[in-house]
T-cell receptor, first 113, second 114 residues
């Protein structure tokens, strides 16, 4: 089955700097890659996703890149702000049937003022 | 706005008790999921369902069962709770329609088994 590895487990950056979180996956059949953000004490929420027919997707200060050949994808957050502090999860799915997701281990991002 | 609710935010049970966790979604979603969340392990899929009365095992089904008698409700059952089932349990739902793939999560139930 699919296995998703996420790095780093913790990341601390200065406000205004960029943050990058990386994930690798094992199943070449996976073609849907979402990122979820979980603020302290709250439920995970989708922030951006990408399907395998594109290599990059942007939404304001966040972007996701996908390299299908290398089986890795990354989340990029630019001009970080205190409200970006949260745990971020990557996931992968073969987008079939119920589109079940396999999640990475999570990255705790802290933005230092 | 999609709303996924779970029956309890906090639950304390004793070893050997039968535990029911309930999840309800109000958006007519076909798919529903149960995860447990543990620090450093991410979200791990226990069971999921793609239709009423249909269920499939996820990655860690041992010690758990599920029930989906109605489309909006998905229950997780711990037949005989054990201390290693102390965790945060998250329910989610998703559609096979236009927003397919995106999972909407409930607030979670923090279960402690003593």
């Amino acid at each position: 089955g699919e296995n998703v590895e996420q790095h780093p487990s913790t990341l601390s950056v200065q406000e205004g700097d960029s943050a990058v979180i990386k994930c690798t996956y094992s199943d070449s059949a996976s073609n849907y890659f979402p990122w979820y953000k979980q603020e302290l004490g709250k439920r995970p929420q989708l922030i951006i996703d990408i399907r395998s027919n594109v290599g990059e997707k942007k939404d304001q200060r966040i972007a996701v890149t996908l390299n299908k050949t290398a089986k890795h994808f990354s989340l990029h957050i630019t001009e970080t702000q205190p409200e970006d502090s949260a745990v971020y999860f990557c996931a992968a799915s073969d987008d079939q049937g119920a589109q079940k997701l396999v999640f990475g281990q999570g990255t705790r991002l802290t933005i230092n003022p | 706005d999609v709303k996924v609710t779970q029956s309890s935010r906090y639950l304390v049970k004793r070893t050997g008790e039968k535990v029911f966790l309930e999840c309800v979604q109000d958006m007519d979603h076909e798919n529903m999921f149960w995860y447990r969340q543990d620090p450093g392990l991410g979200l791990r899929l226990i069971y999921f369902s793609y239709d009423v009365k249909m269920k499939e095992k996820g990655d860690i089904p041992e010690g758990y069962s599920v029930s989906r008698e109605k489309k909006e409700r998905f229950s997780l059952i711990l037949e005989s709770a054990s201390t290693n089932q102390t965790s945060m349990y998250l329910c989610a739902s998703s559609s096979t329609g236009t927003s397919r793939g995106e999972q909407f999560f409930g607030p979670g139930t923090r279960l402690t088994v003593l």
